[in-house]
């Protein structure tokens, strides 16, 4: 991994756990003292972060944090789950191969197993975010479609959108294992769906499943103060 490519990585990261407030101003010289690099890197970090939405440049060119409004998250949230219907229908027409029926399979058993624990842990939760991002992952690789994928990849570097992003906060509420059992019994329908054939039933699966994540991103906004402490990122987040 190059210089640059690290830079970037680390400048994304301290980003999304909340490290600037919304609207502060990225300095180029302060970042690049913090990261251990020139300027030339941190400044070339600072222009794709613009291009995937995460700061934006002022009139006079220096770059700021970017805020989000709550519709600008649901609607990238919307979009992930209108590329990964598309995504679906593709695999389902395609047919499902020995090895990703077998992938998928797996996906699907380790979250039977790690949701048949009561109450979950943080580790389960851990667990879990992992198996998803898997499923999504192994499903979006099958479909084939490389302008697909990157359109994929370059909307899951906004805030929230990635597939385990809005996963329900441990420990806030009573129903968080009911929606991830909900979330999880859409995987095997899902699933079902794609062995069938039925491109159109699959489409529509996955494109409804991102409706969990718009109802956790709306239970944080609603309990801003607990859900800081283990979603930071939720700060970029301004209004309701």
């Given at each position: ?16 756990r909340?490290?600037f ?15 251990g ?42 979009v ?8 679906a ?6 047919g ?11 996906c ?10 009561n ?28 302008a ?18 809005m ?21 095997h329908?899902?699933f ?12 529509a699966?996955a ?13 944080a ?20």
């Open positions: 991994m190059s210089l640059q490519e690290t830079v970037l990585i680390q400048l994304r990261d301290l980003i999304l909340g490290e407030e919304p609207g502060q101003r990225l300095a180029e010289q302060q970042l690049a003292e913090r990261l690099a020139s300027r030339t890197p941190v400044r070339a970090a600072l222009v794709t972060l613009e291009q995937e939405g995460l700061v934006e440049a002022n009139e006079t060119g220096k770059f700021l944090v970017r805020q989000f409004t709550p519709r600008e998250v649901a609607d990238a949230i919307a992930r789950g209108h590329l990964e219907g598309m995504a229908r593709l695999v389902a027409e395609h499902v191969s020995r090895q990703l029926q077998a992938d998928l399979q797996a699907l058993d380790e979250g039977d197993s790690v949701l048949a624990a109450p979950l842990t943080y580790e389960s939760y851990a667990a879990y975010a992992a198996m998803n991002d898997r499923f999504h992952a192994v499903v979006l690789e099958a479909c084939g479609n490389r697909l994928q990157r359109a994929v990849t370059l909307n899951d570097k906004l805030p929230f959108a990635p597939a385990s992003a996963l329900p906060m441990q420990g806030t509420v009573t129903l968080d294992r009911d929606w991830m059992l909900y979330a999880h019994r859409q995987h329908m899902l079902a769906a794609l062995k069938a054939g039925e491109g159109a039933r699959a489409q699966l494109t409804e499943h991102v409706e969990v994540a718009q109802m956790n991103m709306r239970m906004l609603e309990r801003r103060a607990e859900t800081e402490r283990v979603l930071p990122a939720i700060r970029l987040v301004v209004g309701r």
